[in-house]
């Protein structure tokens, strides 16, 4: 019984050991030894900006007048800004912007994201697709940035870099440091060949590549990247094109990753071929998307198995954990101002992701058009999720 329990529990420690530092240590080495690099020409191209909105008034005029500051030839880009269902002022601003500048106002009731990009698909005259939210501002060279990218025929989708602003308390830096982390990996898997998806708020698309989206789709800036890819096209990083945004509170950040983790697992029943090496990345797509799906059953397992071990390794590892998630519970109480909260907040923050990873297998039970919600940031600047 002990034996078998400590076999469990082993490989359950070794698999959350393996995705956290082990992977992104081969990767880091496979980077170093194996890059690929992208030939950048900046040659103007017609594009077509693609901005859903689901009631988006307290943000909609600022993206947009990002949008005419990006420094592109106006007379090559059409822009769209498609309400999905908007029930605040969101399509009476955008139309006061259309009666008077370059834009072009749609609306669908309310079919969710998938269902607003469609749209936007269809009257696209752009040869490239760029897609952004409505929260995040733009650096003025981003889009001429990415749409050099597309000088080097063997990339299909370039995708920008989101830079999370300082966050003003513990909790709001806990998830800056997630992101930084997650840049990180995906820089490195883009040298290689190709990163499994694009930041949603700033990528760009070959319009020739883009496919319509199936309905309830969670994660657009997963699907069209990965049609392109199984294409035989590179999904490429590019951090000179830069979007800003502010940190989120864990409870909206907890809410967002269910949404994209739910999005994984709808991106492996609609490519299947992720999981084989008929995927280029198939070592990157396991290590790297599904086994953050997996990591929280198999610190599920962990814990489960601690009690069948024997001591004193029993003792030690009940301790460890008991330790580890009563910081993570006692983090919310935990003054601002204490020294040990830059632990406690960077734990806490862990098993927040964790706990919406577990939930992400469940979540697809429910209508997955009610999970694009508005995220809500700890900041009085006016920001907000598209």
Known sequence: MHRAAE???????TFVAYTLAGYPIALALTALLHSRPVVRRYEPKSVTILLPVRNGERWLRTKLESLFALRYPPELVQILVISDGSTD????????????????FLRVEGGGKAVALNAGLERAEGEILFLTDVRQQLD?????????????????????E??????RTHEEASVGLYWKYEKWLRKRESRIHSVMGATGCIYAIRRALATPLPPGTLVDDMFLPLAAFFKGYRVILDDSAKAFDYPTALDSEFRRKVRTQAGVYQIIGLFPRLLTPRNRMWLAFISHKLGRLLMPFALLLAAVTSFALSQPWRTAALATQAVFYGVAVLDAWIPDRFMFKSVSAAIRGFAVLMAAAFCAALILLGPSDNLWKETTVRSTHPTADG
């Open 7 to 13: 076999a469990v529990f082993l490989l359950s420690v």
């Open 89 to 104: 002022s969101t399509d009476d601003l955008a139309r006061e912007y259309a009666a008077c500048r370059r834009i072009e």
């Open 140 to 160: 003025p060279d981003s889009l001429k940035n990415l749409v050099a990218c597309f000088a080097d025929p063997s990339v299909g989708v370039a995708s920008g």
């Open 162 to 167: 989101l830079v999370i602003r300082e966050g």
